[in-house]
C-alpha cells in the first residue's frame, strides 16, 4: 500500500493542510467475513462530518496479508490495503467470521492473523462487531476485560474463554480503548456510540439521519433472546416507556409507571425487563442522563434548570448522577461538548469509564459520552 495513503495531507504548495487529520480507522476483513457486518464501519463512520460538512474519519479496509478473502455470501472481498493499515490506524476494528471455528473452541489465531494483530500500536482503540470478539478474545486482549457478543454463542464463549467479563444482555460495551457489540445491526450502534463519543450527539445524529437509522436505540439484546412468548392478552410496557419519555420532567415514581401500563408493581417490574433488558429506574436514568446532555449540548439553559427539565430535581441530583455515569460535571461536560464552546477540531478526547476517569490524552476532553462503559448503548440507566 503506498505510505502517502497514511501520511499527513499535503496542499499543493507542499506544506502540510492546516486541515485537522482525520482520525483513521482500518477495518480488518478476515476470511468467511459477512458482508453486512463489515460494511457498517464505512457505511457508518464515512457518514460521519461536522457541521461544515468536512468528513470526520478516513475508513479502509484492509487484509491481514493484502490479499482477497472470501465472504460467507459467495463472493470475494479486494482490500484497499494490507496490515500496514493496521499499523496506521488510530482504531481497529474487526468484524465477525464465520471460517474459523477453532476460535469457538479457545483455539489459537492463525499464524498470519496472530501476526497482524502484533502489529498494531500500542493505545490504538480496537473495536469488534458479533463475533469479531473472539478474534480479540483469542489474542489475549479481553482477558479480565468486559466485553460482549451474540447473545447465542453466549455459552459457547464463555466456555472458549472464560477470563472475559461477557455480558450478553447488552447491545454493546464501551471499555476505554476497548469496546464490543452485539450481533449485527448492534454493530451501528456501536459505530454512532463512538461517533457521539468522539464528536458529539449532533454529529452522531447527522450520520444516523444519512443512513436513515435511529440515533440510539432503548434496552440490549436481552429483549431479542429467544423466551418463551407470554400470552397474548398480557399487555407490554411499550407504551408507557413511550409515555415516559414525553413526561421526564415530572416525578416518575415506578407506581405512577405500573399504573400507566395498568399492570400490578410486580408484574410491571417483571415485564418491564423481560422487554428493555433492565429495571425501570436504570432504564429512565439513562433516558433522563440522555435529555440532560442533549440540553447541555444544544441550549445554555442554567443547570438547576436543565436539572428539573430532564427530571433530576436539582442541580446537586443531576451533579451525582452525571459523576457516577460519566465522571464529569455538567459544567465539564457542557464545556467539552456545548455548541457554544468548540473545542479545536481534531482534539482526541479521553477515555471515561463508569465512575472514572482515564484521559488517554492530556488536555484530551473527556469522553463522558460513553455512558458509562456497560451502562451505554447497551443498556440504558433510568432513574426515577
Not at 506544506?15 to 467475513?33: F, K, M, N, S, W
Request: hydrophobic letters at 40%; proline letters at 9%.
Amino acid at each position: 500500500m503506498d505510505g502517502t495513503r497514511w501520511a499527513a495531507a499535503k496542499n499543493e504548495t507542499g506544506r502540510a493542510d492546516d486541515t485537522p487529520r482525520r482520525h483513521r480507522i482500518a477495518v480488518l476483513a478476515l476470511p468467511g467475513v459477512p458482508p453486512f457486518e463489515l460494511g457498517i464501519p464505512s457505511r457508518v463512520f464515512g457518514s460521519a462530518q461536522d457541521a461544515g460538512g468536512r468528513p470526520l474519519y478516513d475508513v479502509t479496509v484492509c487484509t491481514a496479508d493484502g490479499a482477497p478473502v472470501p465472504s460467507d455470501a459467495g463472493f470475494t472481498v479486494q482490500p484497499a490495503a494490507g496490515p500496514e493499515a493496521l499499523a496506521a490506524a488510530d482504531t481497529v476494528i474487526f468484524p465477525p467470521t464465520h471460517a474459523m471455528p477453532e476460535l469457538g473452541r479457545g483455539g489459537p489465531l492463525p499464524p498470519e492473523i496472530a501476526a497482524a494483530v502484533a502489529g498494531i500500536r500500542p493505545g490504538t482503540r480496537l473495536v469488534s462487531i458479533c463475533t469479531g470478539s473472539y478474534v480479540l478474545a483469542a489474542a489475549g486482549l479481553l482477558d479480565g476485560r468486559p466485553a460482549t457478543t451474540h447473545w447465542n454463542l453466549a455459552p459457547e464463549f464463555r466456555r472458549a474463554y472464560p477470563r472475559v467479563k461477557l455480558d450478553e444482555d447488552v447491545l454493546f460495551v464501551d471499555d476505554g480503548d476497548m469496546l464490543t457489540s452485539a450481533g449485527v445491526a448492534a454493530g451501528v450502534d456501536l459505530c454512532l456510540h463512538m461517533i457521539r463519543r468522539d464528536h458529539g450527539a449532533a454529529a452522531a445524529n447527522r450520520a444516523a439521519r444519512m443512513c436513515v437509522v435511529p440515533p440510539w436505540r432503548d434496552g440490549g439484546q436481552a429483549q431479542y433472546i429467544d423466551r418463551p412468548v407470554p400470552e397474548p392478552t398480557v399487555a407490554g410496557t411499550t407504551a408507557t416507556r413511550a409515555w415516559a419519555l414525553e413526561h421526564l420532567g415530572e416525578p416518575l415514581t415506578l407506581a405512577r409507571l405500573a399504573e400507566h401500563a395498568r399492570m400490578s408493581l410486580r408484574s410491571f417490574t417483571r415485564r418491564f425487563r423481560d422487554e428493555a433488558g433492565m429495571t425501570p429506574v436504570q432504564w429512565l436514568t439513562a433516558q433522563r442522563l440522555e435529555l440532560a446532555k442533549q440540553l447541555l449540548e444544544t441550549t445554555d439553559l442554567p443547570i438547576d434548570l436543565v436539572a428539573r427539565r430532564a427530571g433530576f430535581g436539582t442541580a446537586n441530583s443531576l451533579r451525582a448522577h452525571m459523576r457516577t455515569a460519566f465522571g464529569v460535571s455538567p459544567a465539564a461536560y457542557r464545556r467539552a461538548f456545548g455548541a457554544n464552546e468548540p473545542p479545536p477540531a481534531g482534539r482526541r478526547r479521553a477515555d471515561v469509564r463508569a465512575g472514572s476517569r482515564t484521559p488517554a490524552d492530556p488536555g484530551a476532553r473527556s469522553a463522558a459520552r460513553s455512558a458509562g462503559a456497560r451502562s451505554s448503548g447497551a443498556r440504558s440507566s433510568l432513574g426515577a
